[in-house]
């Protein structure tokens, strides 16, 4: 038996190419008389060790290069790893029974590949590798042109014996592609001077920001519309320039992975501040947004504004206080739609009161709709799972209840009850395939935070050590973390997003009492 192991890089003389080539015998050995794995899975490590050894070699970089494969079918995890000191391991987890069969049907249905860089100094990075390919070479190839833009062929094979590799990549000494301007230039700032033909959702005079394939160092450039986004407020053209490429790398990543495509998502309370930002990024990430609320002209002017930008939504109008209106709404939408992958319940509510004063009418009109209306809609959504025998997950959105936030009783009593119910609903759903968070904003700057007086408001960004405010943002992209695969082994858990509010802070939305104040009694 061979204990042969030997990495190699090289450059061809006169040819924009370079490479390397890898061969483990004794390190793959190792690995194999560590644990006896089947067919298919020595196939799938054997892989991901040569392919990690190769990458990592042409980073060059201190640290260790990370390959894991998540999956729903009968391989549950592989694992692949390569330092910078060229020390290799891999592991497995798999079903019973396991056969011989492509990547894709042993990943199941909802499989992601995920790429991670922890440097020995500075913080990790990772990337998704779209699943595009019946192999880990070509996912890996299809990956490296669209976050490097480097051409590149992988080979990759293995037995009992060995696992082998063979990476090559241009090296960028190439002239454009067909059709492109030979002038330089990717990112741009600029005006809109006229519009094509059926472009909607644009005027022109809009500044804009855009990624070109070329030609943009030239005074006009062409766009096409879907390339286009607004300069953000309160960013210099200058500066907003710098952004387009990073922010279409990270949503093209996300869309080839299919994050949200073809999955429909129901958000109650979607009108609001938190919720119109959750509706957004979902249907920006390619679900069908389903946004529910009481307001029918608040709900259609959102589901219109997406629609202009080529977003897919729609809107139903219920009252989640109604347990038999929450029954019919699930119906309409099953029948519509045929499926519904995810809910964040969003909708809630409260007014600032001394807890002493609350009327008996009050208390029960939060609790209503913070608690019971969020019940209803988890157990109608679960129910629906359960008899479909479809998988789901259900995000709610409570409050940081640390420190009781005083003044608002009534709130923190009805969502520390979701708080617990989500606990105990994480449990129980389980065998079904459903899970449960929260997410607890903190202190969030939305359309909601005019309704505090000003002296409780005035304290607000003292009442983190970030000593700031959130937006709707943080809490949006909380729930996709929940609810996208990233999520996928997090249930019964609240994700507090407020800056460290919960470890430090004091806020009083409706104002200090003189008794609370330093230096008083």
């Not at 007086?453 to 996709?480: F, L, Q």
């Amino acid at each position: 038996m061979s204990q042969h192991n030997t990495l190699q890089r090289f450059l061809f003389d006169g040819i924009p190419v370079r490479g390397a080539l890898v061969r483990m015998d004794g390190a793959w050995q190792e690995v194999l008389a560590r644990h006896n794995y089947p067919a298919a899975i020595q196939n799938v490590l054997g892989q991901m060790l040569a392919a990690s050894s190769l990458l990592a070699a042409n980073l060059k970089f201190d640290g260790t290069l990370i390959m894991q494969l998540h999956g729903k079918g009968a391989l549950r995890l592989a694992v692949a790893e390569c330092t910078s000191e060229r020390t290799v391991r891999a592991s497995a987890r798999y079903d019973d029974g396991i056969h011989d069969a492509p990547l894709a049907e042993l990943l199941g249905e909802g499989g992601t590949f995920v790429m991670t860089l922890e440097p020995k100094d500075g913080e990790p990075w990772q990337g998704i590798v779209a699943l595009e390919g019946d192999s880990i070479s070509q996912m890996l190839e299809n990956y490296m042109r669209r976050s490097e833009q480097v051409e590149t062929m992988l080979l990759l094979a293995c037995n009992d014996q060995t696992a082998a590799g063979l990476l090559l990549q241009r090296q960028g000494l190439y002239p454009p592609p067909k059709g492109v301007s030979e002038t330089m230039g990717l990112e741009v700032t600029g005006v809109i001077s006229s519009l094509g033909q059926d472009v909607t959702g644009w005027s022109e005079d809009d500044e804009v920001i855009a990624l070109l394939a070329g030609g943009g160092y030239a005074e006009y450039v062409i766009v096409p519309a879907g390339q286009l986004l607004p300069i953000p407020e309160g960013i210099d053209p200058v500066t907003a320039s710098t952004l387009i490429e990073v922010t279409a790398t990270v949503i093209s990543n996300m869309d080839h992975v299919g994050l949200a495509r073809g999955e429909t998502f129901l958000v109650h309370g979607g009108a609001g501040g938190i919720g119109r930002a959750i509706v957004w990024l979902f249907a920006r990430l390619g679900a069908h947004v389903v946004v529910a609320g009481r307001n029918a002209d608040k709900l259609d002017a959102l589901v219109d504004h997406l629609g202009r930008r080529g977003l897919k939504a729609s809107a139903h109008v219920a009252d989640i206080r109604d347990a038999d209106a929450v029954g019919a709404m699930f119906d309409a939408l099953w029948a519509a739609h045929g499926r519904i992958d995810h809910v964040v319940n969003s909708a809630g509510g409260q007014f600032p009161q001394a807890a002493i004063d609350v009327s008996i009418k009050g208390w029960n009109a939060v609790i209503n709709t913070n608690l019971n209306g969020t019940w209803y809609m988890m157990q109608a959504a679960a129910q629906r799972w359960r008899d479909r025998k479809h998988q789901g997950s259900i995000v709610n959105i409570v409050v940081v209840t640390t420190h009781g936030l005083y003044g608002i009783a009534h709130s923190i009593a009805a969502r520390s009850g979701v708080i617990g119910l989500s606990r105990a609903l994480a449990v129980e759903w389980a065998p079904h395939g459903i899970r449960v968070n929260c997410v607890a904003p903190g202190v969030n700057e939305t359309t909601a935070f005019d309704r505090y007086v000003p002296e409780g408001s005035a304290t607000y960004k003292e009442a983190n050590p970030m000593k700031r405010h959130g937006d709707a943002w943080d809490i949006a992209e909380a729930c996709v973390y929940l609810a996208a695969p990233s999520g996928k082994f997090i249930t019964g858990e609240t994700l507090s997003v407020d800056g460290g509010q919960q470890m430090w802070g004091d806020p009083w939305p409706a104002g200090r009492p003189k008794y609370f104040r330093i230096g008083q009694t």
